[in-house]
């Protein structure tokens, strides 16, 4: 009698999360129309800007090694900052891709789905440059090179405009900042 109980009550719980995924489910593909429009443009020459190593190269050599490595530290947590914003962005576009896989154009669901993995692959990218990033944080006279999430969100940038335009021909869709 008592499993009989437990058995009922873990059935109606387990209904009730399975009902609760479902709408959140649904609220986010709706609302997923305007996550476009939370997405942060990136100055991308400026990011590449930080993680060049002639840059840090030409610091290392005009600037005593105290003050190196407090410049150098500043650009870390710049660089830190860029790519947190990226991985912002390459989540949003992942909820834009998935919303827009149930299209019934095999152009839009194609270009949905190269977005998906784009800015799955740079969220990925994304966490092991900042894992990098702060482990020189600690040495910053040791190397780093974040040019793979830079060359991955331009890539991405391009996947996101190829489905805005697929999607919606009239409006544009930036990803890096224009100045």
Excluded: C
Aim: proline share 4%; no cysteine.
């Amino acid at each position: 009698m008592n499993l009989a109980i437990v058995l009922v009550i873990t059935a109606a719980i387990a209904l009730g999360i399975i009902l609760r995924l479902a709408i959140t489910r649904s609220l986010q593909a709706k609302a997923s129309v305007g996550l476009a429009a939370t997405i942060r443009p990136i100055d991308v020459e400026a990011f590449r800007n930080l993680i060049n190593p002639a840059e840090d190269n030409y610091l290392r050599h005009r600037l005593p090694p105290a003050k190196f490595r407090t410049v150098r530290r500043e650009r870390l947590r710049a660089m830190a900052a860029y790519i947190h914003v990226a991985a912002s962005n390459a989540a949003v576009l992942v909820r834009v891709g998935e919303a827009a896989l149930a299209s019934g154009d095999p152009r839009v669901a194609r270009a949905a789905h190269e977005l998906v993995n784009d800015a799955l692959l740079l969220r990925r990218n994304a966490t092991a440059a900042l894992a990098r990033i702060y482990l020189a944080l600690a040495w910053p006279n040791s190397g780093f090179a974040a040019v793979r999430v830079v060359d991955r969100y331009e890539q991405l940038s391009g996947a996101a405009m190829l489905l805005g335009r697929l999607q919606n021909p009239g409006v544009p869709v930036r990803l890096s900042a224009l100045f």
